[in-house]
Structure formats: C-alpha cells, structure tokens
C-alpha cells in the first residue's frame, strides 16, 4: 500500500475539532424491525435514522460524520443488493450490513463479495449486531479520514491546466520530455515549463512525490464501470 505520509502530512488536518455522532441507517420495511434496532442502536450511543425503502433511503443527504447502513436484503420496491450495487459508485463510506430473514447463503456470499462488512440472519444475535455495527462505522471513519487527508491534493490537481494534466500523466507514466514532446506536438522547451508548473502547483518535491501522488488520485479518476 502506498503511504500518503510523506507529502500528505504537510498539509493541516482538515477535520473539525468535534466529531459528529456516529450515524446508523435502518432500511427495513418491517416496522417493528426498525424499532428494535432504533432502541438498540441509541443505547450504544449511536444515531438511528429509520427508512422502509431504499428509495427514502436514497433522499437522505449523506451524514456529515462516520455512517453505516443496516439493510434488509428484501425490499418493496429497489432490493437490498441493487442498492448495494448503486451505493458502491455514490456513497464512498458508507459500510453496509445485511440482515436477512431467509439465510440464503449464496445471496450472502454474493453481497460480501460486493463488499458487504457481514450478512445477519434473523433473529441475530445481539452481541453480533453490536460488533457488525461498530466495524462499519470504524471502516467508514478510516474512509473519512482518507478523504480529508486527499482533498487538498484533489484541489492541486484541479489546479492544473488540461495541458499540465496530459504533461503530468506521461511524466508518471515514465516517458522522457522529448517523448512527451513528440507525442503532444510541442517543443521540449515547452514541456519542460508545463512540468515545472506541475511540479509546483502539485508542491511535489521529486518525480517519486508526483508518481505517488497521482497513484493516490488515480481511483477518484477513473470512470465509474
């Protein structure tokens, strides 16, 4: 894994002084589901939110704090696994728990593939509950943190022109400036002020600095599949 420590840590931390309440989201069109897991979820301090459909669940602005969605897998109307599949490009963060009255062991297996962080049969178990629960909030503050600590290299990276951003791709993938030159149509000379803006706008300190930043900005770029 690459470390975001060398250049990263440069920055102020971005983070407010406090930090919100946890979130729990409850999407189950059992209401009497919901309610027993609201009472559970604020006796451990955490913050219930309880929806009876995906839909509602999709009109809920994302928390400003670490989230997690407890999901039933059968749904009215968008099923538990579609939403999975639609929150996987939307809401980065956002740790799912299944819980499920059926016990379909191949759905389970299909939902944690899907990174799912556990599938609960019901009736579950109220310890297993608690600990499901706090893994994926603590996942989703690691998630929040890594985007707290890349959102000033994202600004840089705005920063820059669309001519310094084709410069900046072929310097990371290796090419020399003439290379470069001769693939943009430009001259050296050119390509070599376009990568010292680069260089600075990025306040990469090295060509190993720029590799890794642009590694750690490379997920956030590609096109969702």
Known sequence: MLS???FLAREPDPRPASTPVPVVYVVDD?????????????????????????????????????????????????????????LAGERLGMP????????????????????????????????????AIADALGRSRCALDEEARLQPLRERHASLSPREREVL???????????????LGISEITIKAHRGRVMRKMKARSLADLVKMAAL???????ND
């Open 4 to 6: 975001t420590h060398s």
């Open 30 to 86: 059992d209401v009497s589901v919901r309610e027993s897991l609201e009472l559970v979820i604020r006796h451990a301090g955490w913050q219930p939110v309880l929806l009876a459909s995906a839909q509602a669940f999709l009109y809920q602005p994302r928390a400003a704090g670490p989230s997690c969605l407890l999901l039933d897998v059968n749904l009215p109307d968008l099923n538990g696994l579609d939403l999975q599949a639609r």
């Open 96 to 131: 799912i728990v299944f819980i499920t009255g059926y016990g379909d062991v191949p759905l389970a297996v299909r939902a944690m593939k899907a990174g799912a962080v556990e599938v609960l049969t019901k009736p579950y178990d109220g310890d297993a509950l608690l600990r």
């Open 169 to 183: 791709a072929l310097v990371v993938a290796g090419r020399l400036n003439k290379q470069i030159a001769a693939e």
């Open 217 to 223: 900005l490379a997920p956030a770029d590609r096109p």
